[in-house]
């Protein structure tokens, strides 16, 4: 079985800041994909990032990056220049086993002035 | 291009009933899941379905029941509504590494 586990359940960060949200995973697959989920009050999911396990790289788009630590299994997402858009419930999920993807409980993001 | 359309987006059932819930994809995704997403409890899978005609059970099953006649269609039915099915019901396709989720299904069961 593969889990999820996002220990902050909330985080407050102020406008223009930067803030990291922590998750931790376990599988027992060597290839896998790890995805960060953005879902505002409009009930959307929507993809913020996704990492290939095999790739040593931490991906980037614009001002999220994630470090993904392999051995760790550690996956955490740093926002930076935080904007008040970026308020949301923020899901860290992995895809290890038979194409099937596992969420954390997730971390409600407060973006303030 | 609509990717993945849930009907319906609301409804309110009452102990006892049944439902369907109708989710649809135009991409010729071969994977198509159903996901429950409950306060503190992130989202769970339900059912999920690897291609036309084939189902099989995710971590929070019961009470429902999956079929997938048409590659493009996953239907998740309740046949006895119960309180506890009160949640937001997601339905996601996938082919590869690349998820498209519909956009929820709010049902309430009183």
């Known amino acids: 079985a593969q889990t999820v586990t996002q220990s902050q359940p909330e985080m407050s960060v102020q406008e223009a800041e930067t803030v990291t949200l922590s998750c931790t995973y376990d599988?027992?697959?060597?290839?896998?994909?790890l995805f960060w989920y953005k879902q505002p009050p409009s009930r959307q999911m929507i993809l913020v990032i996704r990492?290939?396990?095999?790739?040593?790289q931490n991906a980037t788009e614009n001002r999220f990056s994630v470090n993904f630590q392999k051995a760790a299994k550690s996956f955490s997402l740093k926002i930076s220049d935080s904007q008040l858009g970026d308020a949301a419930m923020y899901f860290c999920?992995?895809?290890?086993?038979?194409?099937?993807?596992?969420f954390g409980t997730g971390t409600r993001l407060q973006v303030t002035l | 291009n609509a990717g993945v359309t849930q009907t319906p987006k609301f409804r309110v059932l009452k102990t006892g009933q049944s439902m369907t819930l109708l989710c649809a994809q135009d991409?010729?995704?071969?994977?198509m899941y159903w996901y429950r997403q409950d306060p503190g409890m992130g989202l769970r899978l339900i059912h999920y379905?690897?291609?036309?005609?084939t189902t099989a059970k995710g971590e929070v099953p019961d009470g429902y029941n999956v079929s997938r006649l048409k590659k493009q269609n996953f239907l998740l039915g309740l046949e006895s509504a119960a309180p506890s099915q009160t949640s937001v019901y997601f339905c996601?396709?996938?082919w590869g590494y690349g998820y498209t989720f519909g956009s929820g299904t709010r049902l309430t069961v009183v």
């Open positions: 996601a396709s996938s």
């Open positions: 991409m010729n995704h071969e994977y």
């Open positions: 990492q290939e396990a095999y790739k040593q």
């Open positions: 999920a992995l895809d290890g086993t038979a194409s099937k993807l596992t």
């Open positions: 379905s690897v291609g036309e005609g």
């Open positions: 599988t027992s697959e060597s290839d896998y994909y």
